[in-house]
C-alpha cells in the first residue's frame, strides 16, 4: 500500500501498482515506445489552482494534462517527452464512490484519460469523444478493470 497525505487531517492508503499494467497496454495500444511522462498526485487546492492559472476555469477538476509535443516527431535522445499528468486524489476517491467504482478502476480511467490527451486525443466534438472514450473502455477492458 502506498500512503497519500491529501492533508495534515486526512491520509489515504491505496494500492497503485496495476497502474504500470494499464500504462503499458495503453502505450503498446498506441504503438509508442521510448516515451517518458509524469504522473502527479495533488490534492484540491492544487488542481484549482492550475486549472484556473491554464486554463481559466476556476474549479476543482479530476485530471489535467499537458503534453509536451507538438506532433510525434519531436525526441530528445531517441525518447519521446510526452507531458505531465495531474491526477487530484481526493475527486478521483469521490467519483469512485459516486459512480459506485472501485478505486482501482477510477484511478486508471484518469490515468488513461490523461495519457491518451498525451498522445493527441481529445473530447471537443461528439466524433472524438466517441474515439477516445471507445478506447479508454477497451484498454481498460483488456485490463479487465470494469465498471
Known sequence: MN???????????FDYKYLARVIKRTLKKEKVKNAYFS????????????????????RVTDVI??????NDEVCYNKVRVLGDI?????????????????IKRELSF??????LHLLGYDHQTKEEEEVMFG?????????????
Open 39 to 58: 504522473i502527479i498526485f495533488v490534492d484540491e487546492k492544487t488542481i484549482l489552482e492550475i486549472n484556473t492559472k491554464y486554463r481559466g476555469i476556476n
Open 110 to 115: 484518469l490515468t488513461v484519460h490523461g495519457l
Open 135 to 147: 478506447l479508454q473502455e477497451l484498454i481498460l477492458n483488456e485490463e479487465n478493470i470494469s465498471r
Open 3 to 13: 500512503k497519500y497525505v491529501i492533508n495534515d487531517l486526512v491520509k489515504v492508503d
Open 65 to 70: 494534462s499537458f503534453a509536451f509535443e507538438d
Open 86 to 102: 495531474y491526477i487530484c486524489i481526493p475527486r478521483m476517491l469521490e467519483q469512485a464512490k459516486e459512480y459506485g467504482h472501485s
